[in-house]
């Protein structure tokens, strides 16, 4: 949804990790800005997320043609730092 409003020609979305939250935000210059949180609750775990605090940007088309061809509820994703 927040890769919507980026531009075609700049598609980028941000993501800032931590323990508790994952941010998904987005800005287009004609179409204004878009963020989403996904927080872990006492009640549900819906991921985890483990080492220091990151932020780093991606083109959505690549990581939704990764997930859009996937068959599992769960991924791994690994970063090793916000600029590899």
Request: charged residues 25%; glycine residues 4%; hydrophobic residues 35%.
């Amino acid at each position: 949804r927040v890769a919507t409003i980026t531009h075609d020609k700049f598609r980028a979305i941000k993501l800032s990790l931590t323990d508790s939250t994952i941010e998904v935000s987005a800005f287009g210059e004609t179409k204004g800005s878009a963020k989403e949180l996904i927080h872990n609750n006492s009640q549900e775990q819906k991921f985890l997320y483990e080492g220091e605090a990151v932020t780093i940007g991606f083109n959505p088309k690549y990581l939704l043609d990764i997930l859009k061809n996937l068959d599992e509820h769960e991924i791994e994703i690994l970063f090793s730092s916000s600029l590899d």
